[in-house]
């Protein structure tokens, strides 16, 4: 449902130019609001998978689990909340909206073919930009993914999600068997590892910091911190080889073809 909201901003923004700012600022705004509920559920759902699983004589489990019971408790008020938001009315009218502003001009109008074909030629206008603005916005960041700050490249990936996204939206207009789309993927998913490693790590000694814990159950969290900070750090070779994938000069020729084609599309 998160990645759900993201694409219908996308749309929003490909399809709703026409409608009034207003309107389309209440919708996204209310979009953003319930993304970031999902976000807060969706990330204790990745902490909670990376602790480890109790049974066969796991000691490490059990003494780490006043971790995983303050993290499953803050994940049944941020379901509670999101499920909450979600059953709004003002929810249900902004996925009402969204659906007037992302349908084609050809919906309403009694000329469907003519505003229809207006709709794509305009659209195959505008994208060309509209991708080319998304991947300068990823190769401007010149670093070496092997020794650059962990707060950069969460700002890479989130650059990646956002060229991903902008590529899904015509994926249609791309070549046959490109690989634009799953490159670009592989870059977002292995910084985005990467990032919920280091919060993982750092959330984890956050969390139990004002509790009343035993020695040892403060070593094993300890350690499961340590873990998580050395788990980020051996992606730094999988974060630059898809770095390198995105800047090549294959990858430019293809999205060039794609955009090349999108100039002359015919409705």
Do not use: C
Not at 214 to 223: G, H, N, S, V
């Amino acid at each position: 449902m998160r990645t759900a909201t993201r694409r219908l901003r996308t749309a929003i923004k490909l399809h709703g130019q026409q409608a009034p700012k207003k309107r389309r600022t209440a919708v996204e705004d209310e979009l953003k609001r319930i993304a970031r509920r999902l976000g807060v559920v969706r990330d204790l759902d990745v902490l909670l998978e990376t602790l480890p699983v109790a049974g066969h004589g796991n000691g490490t489990a059990v003494d780490i689990a006043p971790l995983r019971d303050a993290w499953q408790t803050e994940r049944a008020a941020g379901a509670g909340r999101l499920k909450a938001d979600i059953g709004r009315p003002r929810f249900r009218r902004a996925l009402k909206q969204a659906d007037v502003l992302v349908a084609t001009p050809a919906a309403g109008s009694s000329d469907g073919g003519r505003d229809g074909r207006a709709e794509a030629e305009r659209i195959a206008t505008e994208a060309p930009g509209l991708i080319w603005d998304a991947y300068g916005a990823v190769i401007a960041y010149e670093v070496d993914a092997r020794t650059a700050d962990p707060t950069v490249i969460h700002e890479l990936r989130i650059a990646a999600k956002k060229l991903r996204y902008t590529l899904e939206a015509f994926e249609d207009a791309l070549e046959p068997g490109a690989t634009l789309i799953w490159d670009v993927k592989a870059l977002q998913d292995a910084a985005g590892s990467m990032h919920d490693s280091i919060v993982a790590g750092e959330r984890a000694r956050s969390t139990v910091a004002p509790r009343k814990l035993t020695k040892r159950q403060r070593r094993a969290i300890d350690a499961y911190a340590s873990d998580q900070a050395r788990s980020a750090e051996r992606l730094r070779p999988a974060i630059a080889g898809a770095l390198q994938r995105v800047r090549s000069r294959p990858f430019r020729a293809s999205l060039g073809r794609a955009v090349a084609g999108m100039g002359h599309v015919r409705v």
